[in-house]
């Protein structure tokens, strides 16, 4: 389909990017409310001391539905997807030469099919990714070594004001919540408190600790999510530079527990 040649083209910067890492590509074809589509997860290992995994994961495809608008998705998909590039730097780094993490092994993974193929949300017409990953993980035992899921979405606006998802894990919302403060950040960080349908919600309902790291006010009165103003301009590097020392902080703090 020609919606998909730009989601190709996606798929082989992340292949290029990890091309010397242990890169597993998880295909599968999805029952859309437009037909079945087919999907691919990556999830790219970085071996650690410790038997258990902490995941950190994002969504790196954009909305179907908004394929006639030339809808860009900079912070809704892309600016996470960089995050988690910027990391996989970082822990390719400390596992050079055949070395590993001193703590759990950490998997980087980038999930497709988290946007709906319809402009209403659904949860039966979105997540597609991470809920075939939780089920597959389940059913060949991976997802009980899993000691930690940690999601991040839309954490690269310039206003950065992540809210508390309530359905997360609250030793991890604790965790997280220590490591903005070691940093003085705590001003960016679950001022404010609400429910999202989003892909920690798989892993949620299947018993794993989970977090949604995600700022669901973009642009003013949120007017910039899903549509054509989600452009490049509208991100922060100071904003991506906070999300990364606390994920880097609160996979320590996770190690220690």
């Known amino acids: 389909m020609l919606f998909r040649s730009g989601h190709a083209k996606a798929e082989a910067f992340l292949r290029a990017q990890f091309k010397r890492d242990q890169v597993e590509e998880d295909a599968f074809t999805a ?10 997860n990556f999830i790219v290992r970085f071996p650690g001391k410790k038997n258990g995994v902490i995941v950190l994961a994002t ?7 908004l394929r006639k608008i030339n809808f860009v998705g900079a912070n809704d998909g892309a600016a996470t997807t960089g995050l988690l590039m910027a990391i996989g730097d970082q822990l390719r780094a400390d596992t050079a030469g055949g070395k590993k993490l001193d703590g759990y092994s950490v998997w980087l993974l980038f999930d497709d099919g ?3 193929f319809q402009p209403t949300w659904t949860t039966s017409d979105s997540t ?21 899921f940690i999601l991040a979405d839309m954490i690269g606006d310039k206003d950065l004001d992540i809210q508390r998802e309530s359905r997360s894990t609250d030793w991890l919302v604790d965790l997280v919540r220590k490591a903005a403060h070691k940093f003085g950040y705590d001003r960016y960080f679950f001022q404010t ?32 999510h899903h549509t054509a103003q989600d452009t490049l301009d509208k991100i922060s590097a100071r904003s991506l530079t906070i999300d990364g020392d606390v994920f880097l902080e609160t996979i320590r703090l996770v190690n220690q527990r």
């Open 59 to 65: 969504h790196y495809e954009t909305n179907y539905w």
């Open 193 to 224: 408190e609400e429910a999202v349908e989003d892909d920690h919600l798989a892993f949620i309902d299947r018993g794993v600790p989970s977090i949604d790291i995600i700022d669901l006010n973009y642009g003013p009165n949120n007017s910039y």
């Open 128 to 148: 597609f990714g991470t809920r075939h990953l939780a089920a597959k993980w389940a059913g060949d035992g991976t997802l009980a070594r899993i000691k930690a």
């Open 31 to 40: 029952n859309t409310s437009i037909g079945p589509i087919p999907m691919r």
């Open 114 to 116: 988290e946007e709906s």
